[in-house]
């Protein structure tokens, strides 16, 4: 399922679980305004786009959750628990690798994305 992405700045809800962002896909929940957003922070959260778009949103939430709980269960630690999650591997692995128009469907979506910042070169 491919939605058109809805970026929002300055966000309450990744502020919330004291995170730099969350993708509750079709929308992508920023903390910080705009121009504070680093590529490698953009870059991390298409690729959890990437993973919903291919699992679907029901199993990809559902697999996420049910191994951060596993993690957690065996790790005893928030932070360990989310960074061994295979997600957020994959996100760390790949968020300073790709470029925008290889982690979007099309050059389109990538630059409409890329127009939201100010350094779009750096970005597709
Ligand atoms: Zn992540």
Known sequence: MTLALRLRFGHFIPRLIR???????PYVLFA??????????????????QQVRR???FRFYFAYLAEYS????????????????SFEAEAYRLQDRLTLE?????????HKIAAHFS??????
């Open 32 to 49: 910080q305004p705009r121009q504070k957003i680093s590529a490698s922070v953009l870059r991390h959260e298409l690729v959890h786009v």
């Open 102 to 110: 290889e982690l979007l469907p099309s050059k389109e979506e990538a």
């Open 19 to 25: 995170a730099e962002a969350i993708v509750l896909y």
């Open 70 to 85: 596993r993690h957690l269960w065996r790790l005893r630690d928030h932070f360990q628990a989310y960074l061994a999650i």
């Open 119 to 124: 350094e779009v070169d750096r970005l597709v």
């Open 55 to 57: 699992l679907g949103w």
